[in-house]
């Protein structure tokens, strides 16, 4: 696609969701409203016809053959991986690790880092407003330790209380593992403090990138976090798709993940070596499709550009939140000054469940529920929230569908 200036975006939409598909369908006889990005993305036409290209023209295992197919296939899904590389500003291309997503990526740190490391004794802090998935992984491996899994508290306005991070670390804590971006509430985390103070004590920080890799611009470098995670399908890319960033130092002393196939030098019954980085992490034949698929999905943003997408969802945010306040006895949920474009609310007297029922009927999509965030809903003392979230793709009359849909299906419901 050609790329768009600035005002081309903020202005009309249009050219960019002709790039996806999915938005010109039907859903119960209304035009689909898509407005759950934070679960999901949609998939441009690139995208798409990178998969599509790729089982048609050069499906074929990678690394190991010699044949024409195997080294396209091979050379394609390498170009990912140095693209990846850029689009987070690592230094080294051996250090991003292709997973099936974060939660992956995650859960690769904590069995092999954090069990070598974490002892007895030992403190892991995680916000308050973390996905269940940068949760179970620490408890688990803390329960087998003896370690501890401390959480930082959320204030009322949906951010991390600060004051409290501070004084929670110390020396006993050897692991900060905290969201870039809610994906409940929007709230965008001051990740490069947090870093620096972690590094103070001698805390290494893992920063889960899910939310904030589509929305945000950053350099994994000038943020010094130690590990770094996104999955591709967050960031218009396919699923099953998505990296692992490690600093080189850290990877190189990490114990293997899994064993198979690629991940190895040599075998034998007396013993096993282990291959170089990135290999020693990505055992088995990979997800090719995929992996080559999400380099399509980069290079779609990077054309647009960040900053110019930022820009145009922070438009929307702004307008759908003037909108939805207007609406009687709508309470959003998480008001940091620095947000994503992530809407959370509740409605008094409605269970939102039913609210994404009736939507549904409209044609509108949101996500209902924790948000796989219980001991966040548990914090502010409610079941969970209705959500609404926005992307590159969406536009200004979808916000009107969402303000006019919601006004009547809170007055069908009380």
């Given at each position: 696609?050609?790329?768009?200036?600035?005002?081309e975006?903020l202005?009309?939409?249009?050219?960019?969701?002709?790039?996806?598909p999915?938005?010109?369908?039907?859903v119960?006889?209304?035009?689909?409203?898509y407005?759950?990005?934070?679960?999901t993305?949609?998939?441009?036409l690139?995208?798409i016809?990178?998969?599509?290209?790729?089982?048609?023209?050069y499906?074929?295992?990678i690394?190991?053959g010699?044949?024409s197919?195997?080294?396209e296939?091979?050379?394609?899904?390498e170009?990912?991986r140095?693209?990846?590389?850029?689009?987070?500003?690592a230094?080294?291309?051996?250090?991003?690790i292709?997973?099936?997503?974060?939660?992956?990526?995650?859960?690769?740190?904590?069995?092999?880092w954090?069990?070598?490391?974490?002892?007895?004794?030992?403190?892991?802090l995680?916000?308050?407003m973390?996905?269940h998935s940068?949760i179970?992984?620490?408890?688990?491996?803390a329960?087998?330790?003896g370690?501890r899994?401390v959480?930082?508290?959320?204030?009322?306005?949906?951010?991390?209380?600060?004051?409290?991070?501070?004084?929670?670390?110390t020396?006993?804590?050897?692991l900060?593992?905290?969201v870039h971006?809610s994906?409940?509430?929007g709230?965008?985390?001051?990740?490069?403090?947090?870093?620096?103070?972690?590094?103070a004590?001698?805390?290494?920080?893992l920063?889960?990138?899910?939310?904030?890799t589509?929305?945000?611009?950053f350099?994994?470098?000038?943020?010094?976090?130690d590990?770094?995670?996104?999955?591709?399908?967050?960031v218009?890319?396919?699923t099953?798709?998505?990296a692992?960033?490690?600093?080189?130092?850290?990877?190189?002393?990490m114990p293997?993940?899994?064993g198979?196939?690629?991940?190895?030098?040599?075998?034998?019954?007396?013993g096993?070596?282990?291959n170089?980085?990135?290999?020693?992490?990505?055992a088995?034949?990979?997800?090719?499709?995929d992996?080559?698929?999400?380099?399509?999905?980069?290079d779609f943003?990077?054309?647009?550009?960040k900053?110019?997408i930022?820009?145009?969802?922070?438009g929307?945010?702004?307008?759908?939140?003037?909108a939805?306040?207007?609406?009687?006895?709508?309470?959003i949920?998480g008001?940091?000054?620095?947000k994503t474009s992530?809407i959370?609310?509740i409605?008094?007297?409605?269970h939102?469940?039913d609210l994404?029922?009736?939507?549904?009927?409209?044609g509108?999509?949101?996500?209902?529920?924790?948000?796989c965030?219980?001991?966040?809903?548990d914090?502010?003392?409610?079941?969970g929230?209705?959500?609404?979230?926005?992307?590159?793709?969406?536009?200004?009359?979808?916000?009107?569908?969402?303000?006019?849909?919601?006004e009547?299906s809170?007055?069908?419901l009380?």
């Amino acid at each position: 696609m050609e790329t768009l200036t600035r005002s081309e975006l903020l202005t009309d939409s249009t050219a960019i969701r002709q790039q996806f598909p999915i938005l010109n369908r039907m859903v119960k006889g209304k035009p689909l409203v898509y407005l759950d990005n934070a679960a999901t993305t949609q998939k441009p036409l690139a995208v798409i016809d990178a998969l599509t290209h790729y089982y048609s023209h050069y499906n074929a295992n990678i690394h190991r053959g010699i044949h024409s197919l195997a080294e396209e296939a091979t050379a394609a899904f390498e170009a990912t991986r140095d693209t990846v590389k850029e689009f987070i500003g690592a230094a080294h291309r051996e250090e991003i690790i292709f997973t099936k997503g974060a939660t992956e990526g995650i859960n690769l740190v904590a069995y092999t880092w954090a069990r070598k490391n974490i002892k007895a004794g030992d403190e892991i802090l995680v916000s308050g407003m973390e996905h269940h998935s940068n949760i179970v992984p620490w408890q688990i491996i803390a329960g087998e330790n003896g370690a501890r899994v401390v959480p930082i508290p959320v204030l009322d306005d949906g951010t991390m209380d600060m004051s409290a991070f501070q004084r929670l670390l110390t020396k006993k804590t050897k692991l900060v593992a905290v969201v870039h971006a809610s994906n409940s509430l929007g709230t965008i985390n001051p990740v490069n403090s947090i870093v620096a103070q972690a590094h103070a004590v001698g805390a290494k920080v893992l920063v889960d990138g899910a939310q904030s890799t589509v929305h945000l611009s950053f350099d994994v470098q000038d943020m010094d976090c130690d590990f770094f995670v996104f999955s591709g399908h967050k960031v218009y890319g396919p699923t099953g798709s998505g990296a692992l960033y490690g600093k080189k130092e850290l990877l190189e002393t990490m114990p293997v993940f899994h064993g198979g196939g690629e991940m190895i030098k040599e075998v034998s019954f007396e013993g096993t070596t282990y291959n170089e980085l990135p290999y020693k992490y990505e055992a088995g034949t990979p997800n090719i499709a995929d992996t080559i698929a999400l380099k399509f999905a980069l290079d779609f943003v990077n054309e647009i550009g960040k900053e110019t997408i930022h820009q145009y969802e922070q438009g929307l945010l702004n307008y759908a939140t003037d909108a939805l306040e207007q609406i009687k006895g709508l309470k959003i949920i998480g008001k940091a000054p620095e947000k994503t474009s992530v809407i959370s609310f509740i409605v008094d007297g409605v269970h939102p469940q039913d609210l994404g029922i009736l939507l549904d009927n409209k044609g509108i999509a949101v996500r209902t529920g924790h948000h796989c965030t219980q001991p966040l809903m548990d914090r502010f003392g409610i079941p969970g929230t209705t959500r609404a979230s926005f992307a590159m793709y969406t536009s200004y009359a979808e916000i009107d569908a969402l303000t006019e849909g919601l006004e009547r299906s809170i007055k069908t419901l009380l």
